[in-house]
């Protein structure tokens, strides 16, 4: 973008959004709803462009992985893209063909997300953003991995 006064009204549009996506993701953290009823939708397959696409089971290591992975902080203000995932998932590859099959697996994994709601792309761009409801689902579950058994039984009681 340039930085001229002629696009002063467009950069506070785009930093008025990048600051109302941080204060989101701060505003997330208390949350009086179960985690039953936020993740209920995830668990089930749903369609996307009538196509299927597979549950996400938050309890297997890889889709805790990605799930851990988008929502990271360092992807709240300007979102994420593929090879950030590509990086942060499976590290750097040296093999060119190696790369393309690891891309095109976050690919499915990123369809994956968007089908349940999770993250939207960005408009002409290459970028995704986790969306509100993605954001109390991921931490609910990030939660809900990291709490022991007695304070969950406690909860429950």
């Not at 950030?84 to 997300?113: C, H, T, V, W, Y």
């Not at 689902?137 to 991995?145: D, E, K, Q, Y």
């Amino acid at each position: 973008m340039r930085k001229a006064v002629a696009d002063l009204h467009r950069l506070a549009e785009v930093s008025q959004a990048a600051n109302n996506r941080y204060l989101g993701a701060l505003a997330v953290v208390d949350l009086p709803v179960p985690v039953k009823s936020l993740v209920q939708d995830i668990l089930k397959p749903t369609l996307l462009n009538e196509r299927r696409v597979r549950a996400i089971n938050p309890w297997s290591e890889n889709d805790a992985n990605l799930l851990e992975s988008v929502m990271r902080g360092e992807f709240t203000i300007n979102g994420f893209r593929n090879r950030n995932l590509r990086q942060i998932l499976f590290g750097i590859s040296q093999d060119p063909q190696e790369g393309k099959k690891r891309s095109a697996q976050i690919s499915r994994k990123l369809r994956m997300l968007r089908a349940h709601g999770i993250i939207k792309k960005v408009a002409h761009t290459h970028r995704y953003h986790v969306t509100e409801k993605g954001r109390s689902i991921i931490s609910a579950l990030m939660a809900a991995r990291n709490a022991n058994a007695n304070q969950l039984t406690k909860l429950a009681a």
